[in-house]
């Protein structure tokens, strides 16, 4: 026997008096006005721990856009069941939510309420009761195709748009029994009873991520150009700022106060008074913005008119009035255009820039030429969109990460040893996180703590816990990065062009993904570095096995295995031309090489020699580097965890990786060291030499030690330059 689901008063609404927020545990500030079921606008606004990338529009349901007035009160009673599920008339509901969702999720599902029941007004329904599975379909169809004003199809919205849609009507038959001015049929399966999902055949997210990285070209002069401008004119930019702070717009607007010679004076000899204190000077007459000049223009102002460029307002400030000037200018035309001859017009803003050194490298030039103040506000922000992209590629966050950021989120650097400094930036995390977010901490490398530092200085109000950047669009701001990077501004300082291409925060992300597992052992790295700066669920990378976070391995492990391939490929060249590896197992591998170039002789020594295509080389080449590890210092190549020296150490002989944290490569026979390997060699030992020099006599154990090591690095070094030394004798 089944027991009917209780169906609600028809009368009254179980939700009818409550106040909303403190049903749904939304916090709000003391005073603030409470969002109450019966208003037919609900205000969220300030409700505390929302993320700050909700914009304010998303915050506020607004049920008069519903045409239908009973509707409205339908679409109340279904947000409350998605905002308070364990609400007694909610939970009762077989079908209904059983965990809150959040606002900007509910926020979203009202809207296309809202579109599907102002769809049935504009259609002739008049009740949900016609609600039949042909309206449903029809609306779907509605949905899923753009059409135009003729209704020809345009072309077809996503999948997520149809599931949307989809979800608006199942909500309504999930939730029928809770609604009290109007229900549903009760029979009503639309679609067969299939979920949102299958109704909007939504990819099964086991696809490859799709979210492409940035391509190099593009990726190098951006992050150059960032970097030039977070470091080089970032002093002059804080200055520039803290200048623009102090000079707010009413400052700009302020009369001068005049003294009493001037005073004295009627308004001509006192504009003419002021144009002689600027010969005296020497400074030029101040210069007016681009787009006031094209006003003057379009009222039409002579454009060889010397004064056209002259900011008038500004002298008449400065002489102590408000009033335009341009009526009078005849009568000071002259000694007008004398000054100007005299002392020239410029913007006011950095006269006299430092001259710093280009990006290029060829020579030095003035940081910027002067500006007015809107440019000088421009540039301000051009060095902030510039820290911005820096942080967001070499961190990876998300954009709701960044501008989670506070005021004071640089954690005091902590010093582990010479050079080794770990940087911390305290933030929180949103996506997935409750109300209010999660704290955490990124840590980054020292150029993204720098850039989070600049942009604490270039803050209107650097109050600690001020949000640091607040809400904001990277697409627009990007945008005007680049056009100034590839304009004249960006070419007088020697900035690379940055070619053309989409740009965008997961882009960025995405790519330092890709670019932590090319690194040896990178693809563990990747993950404890996405976890670590918490975008271990990014793209579904963790938390869907089998899911994008296997499609992220496999495409990995598949650019390792052409990287392998081609470095195991420019060594067997370098074989054939004689430069011979090092390092103990360096005999195997020459063997394996003279092996192949034997293959690739088939008539015998005595034959002339025949080049196979590159293609069969490479298969020839394809099994053994399948065995090639990547070490800092070393070729390793595991063909035999039996005689891996790390393994040994370890004791866990049986591994089928090798342990590239205790490679011991100058004794282990499956490793090898090549020309590329010289500098880190070359480092260490210069390194160990120095602190040699540096031990006291009684440091006999750590001077054995020591001596041992460096020892051990100048043979590999001889080694691989005996082996370079072959190459040149030969030659
Ligand atoms: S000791 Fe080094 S070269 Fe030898 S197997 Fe281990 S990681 Fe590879």
């Not at 400052?251 to 003419?272: C, F, G, K, N, T």
């Not at 080794?420 to 929180?428: D, E, F, H, N, S």
């Not at 598949?558 to 195991?568: C, D, I, S």
């Not at 370079?724 to 030969?730: D, G, L």
């Amino acid at each position: 026997m089944t027991t009917p689901f209780p169906i609600a008063d028809s009368s009254r609404s179980p939700f009818a008096g409550t106040d909303v927020c403190r049903q749904a545990g939304l916090p709000l500030p003391e005073g603030t006005r409470r969002p109450m079921f019966d208003d037919d606008r609900w205000d969220f606004a300030e409700v505390v721990g929302l993320p700050m990338a909700m914009g304010m529009s998303f915050r506020r349901f607004d049920f008069t856009t519903i045409t239908n007035s009973r509707w409205r009160v339908v679409a109340k009673e279904q947000a409350m069941a998605m905002l308070v599920p364990h609400h007694e008339a909610v939970r009762q509901l077989p079908r209904a939510y059983r965990t809150p969702l959040h606002l900007l999720s509910v926020f979203k599902r009202l809207s296309e309420l809202t579109r599907f029941f102002n769809w049935l007004t504009d259609h002739g329904v008049r009740s949900l009761e016609e609600l039949d599975g042909d309206l449903c379909e029809r609306y779907l169809h509605h949905r899923r195709y753009l059409l135009d004003d003729n209704d020809v199809v345009m072309g077809e919205r996503s999948p997520g748009t149809r599931r949307v849609a989809a979800q608006a009507v199942v909500d309504l038959v999930n939730h029928r029994n809770l609604f009290t001015v109007d229900r549903v049929p009760g029979d009503l399966r639309p679609w067969g009873g299939a979920t949102p999902s299958a109704v909007a055949e939504m990819p099964d997210g086991h696809g490859p991520n799709r979210t492409p990285p940035l391509a190099g070209t593009v990726l190098q002069p951006l992050l150059a150009a960032a970097s030039y401008l977070t470091t080089t004119l970032a002093p002059h930019a804080a200055d520039l700022a803290d200048r623009l702070r102090q000079t707010g717009t009413a400052e700009q607007m302020r009369l001068h106060p005049v003294d009493a010679d001037l005073a004295s004076l009627e308004p001509v000899q006192r504009i003419i008074a002021i144009l002689d204190q600027y010969v005296q000077s020497g400074q030029p007459l101040p210069q007016l913005p681009d787009h006031a000049v094209e006003r003057r223009l379009a009222r039409g102002w002579d454009p060889h008119d010397t004064l056209l460029t002259i900011n008038w307002n500004a002298i008449a400030r400065q002489a102590g009035y408000r009033q335009k000037l341009q009526p009078l200018l005849t009568r000071f035309r002259h000694p007008a255009e004398d000054a100007a001859a005299a002392v020239g017009i410029a913007n006011p803003w950095v006269r006299n820039a430092a001259q710093v050194s280009k990006a290029s490298g060829e020579g030095h030039v003035p940081w910027t030429l002067p500006l007015s103040h809107m440019e000088a506000n421009t540039l301000v922000g051009i060095v902030r969109t510039a820290a911005i992209t820096l942080v967001a590629a070499v961190s990876g966050m998300r954009a709701s990460e960044l501008m989670e950021l506070r005021v004071g989120a640089c954690r005091p650097p902590e010093q582990y040893g010479d050079g080794l400094v770990r940087y911390r930036l305290a933030g929180k995390v949103v996506k997935g996180q409750p109300l209010g977010g999660t704290d955490d901490e990124w840590v980054v490398i020292e150029p993204a703590y720098r850039a989070v530092q600049l942009l604490e200085q270039l803050h209107d109000n650097p109050q600690v816990g001020a949000p640091l950047l607040g809400r904001f669009t990277f697409k627009d701001r990007y945008k005007s990065f680049r056009n100034w990077v590839n304009g004249p501004a960006g070419h007088r300082i020697g900035l690379a062009p940055i070619p053309e291409g989409p740009v965008t925060l997961r882009a960025l992300r995405r790519t330092l993904a890709i670019e932590l597992a090319y690194r040896p052992g990178g693809v563990l790295a990747t993950k404890l570095h996405l976890k670590h700066i918490a975008v271990a669920t990014t793209e579904g990378y963790a938390s869907r096995p089998g899911g994008a976070q296997a499609g992220l391995l496999a495409e990995v492990n598949k650019h390792e295995a052409e990287r392998n391939l081609e470095l195991l490929w420019a060594e067997f060249r370098n074989y054939q031309q004689g430069v011979l590896p090092g390092g103990p197992g360096a005999r195997e591998l020459s063997e394996f090489f003279a092996h192949i170039d034997g293959k690739l002789a088939p008539d015998g020594a005595a034959s002339p020699k025949v080049q196979r295509n590159n293609r069969e080389v490479l298969n020839l080449l394809s099994k053994r580097a399948r065995t090639l590890h990547l070490a800092p210092a070393n070729y390793c190549w595991f063909t035999d965890p039996a005689r891996a020296l790390c393994l040994k150490l370890a004791g866990t002989p049986n591994s089928d990786q090798p342990l590239a944290g205790m490679c011991d490569s100058a004794r282990c026979p499956q490793a090898t060291h090549h020309p590329c390997h010289r500098p880190v060699w070359a480092d260490h030992a210069q390194q160990t030499a120095m602190f040699l020099g540096n031990l006291g006599p009684t440091r006999k154990t750590e001077r054995v030690r020591l001596q041992a090591d460096l020892d051990r690095a100048q043979r590999v070094l001889d080694a691989i330059d005996n082996a370079a030394a072959r190459t040149e004798n030969k030659e």
